[in-house]
T-cell receptor, first 112, second 114 residues
Framework: DTEVTQTPKHLVMGMTNKKSLKCEQH?????MYWYKQKAKKPPELMFVYSYEKLSINESVPSRFSPECPNSSLLNLHLHALQPEDSALYLC???????????FGPGTRLTVL | AQSVSQHNHHVILSEAASLELGCNYSYGGTVNLFWYVQYPGQHLQLLLKYFSGDPLVKGIKGFEAEFIKSKFSFNLRKPSVQWSDTAEYFC????????????FGAGTRLFVKA
């Protein structure tokens, strides 16, 4: 199974809602990532988990809260988002620190 | 600060034309280099990567890239493009310091006319 899956594919939420994005991989990769991609822009790194511990937080606002329950799962909890947070949120995984081989299809988030 | 520059934001080619997309990075240490492709409506896919060894690397779908250390460059090439190569191409760099930070270039949108 050589893929990263993400749910949901689309999410529309209000600024007062709480929602979560989910990511899963079963390749035994020990690093998992959250990226944010705005239209016509490159992906921007948000968080990296290595061996289920948060290793990189790129100064992301606290309204985004990552969680890594186990080596196969990665969540991104969302609360009190702003309309400018609307974007494609990508999950990725890698075997080690040498670089990302697999990206998920993304969750397209719209904040109203 | 480390950065990745892609010279062309938009490229339009006719089928069978040759392609070269430029990528330069600014970092004095050892790096791992990547090209990713994002086809319309699809997710990011790895085209090819360079870690060490032969600086000319071959990837999927007939793409290749050459690492020129003295020029801090990793240009992507394809001898003859097809309409199906229409996509956005991202160059990326991972700093080989044991960290996990991958930095992406701004991307190049390629449109191939049939």
């Amino acid at each position: 199974d050589t893929e990263v899956t993400q749910t949901p594919k689309h999410l529309v939420m209000g600024m007062t809602n709480k929602k979560s994005l989910k990511c899963e991989q079963h390749m035994g990769h020990r690093a998992m990532y959250w990226y944010k991609q705005k239209a016509k822009k490159p992906p921007e790194l948000m968080f990296v988990y290595s061996y289920e511990k948060l290793s990189i937080n790129e100064s992301v606002p606290s309204r985004f809260s990552p969680e890594c329950p186990n080596s196969s799962l990665l969540n991104l909890h969302l609360h009190a988002l702003q309309p400018e947070d609307s974007a494609l949120y990508l999950c990725a995984s890698s075997q080690d620190s040498e670089g990302i081989r697999f990206f998920g299809p993304g969750t397209r988030l719209t904040v109203l | 600060a480390q950065s990745v520059s892609q010279h062309n934001h938009h490229v339009i080619l006719s089928e069978a034309a040759s392609l070269e997309l430029g990528c330069n990075y600014s970092y004095g240490g050892t790096v791992n280099l990547f090209w990713y492709v994002q086809y319309p409506g699809q997710h990011l896919q790895l085209l090819l990567k360079y870690f060490s060894g032969d600086p000319l690397v071959k990837g999927i779908k007939g793409f290749e890239a050459e690492f020129i250390k003295s020029k801090f460059s990793f240009n992507l090439r394809k001898p003859s493009v097809q309409w199906s190569d229409t996509a956005e191409y991202f160059c990326a760099v991972t700093l080989n310091t044991g960290g996990f930070k991958t930095i992406f270039g701004a991307g190049t949108r390629l449109f191939v006319k049939a």
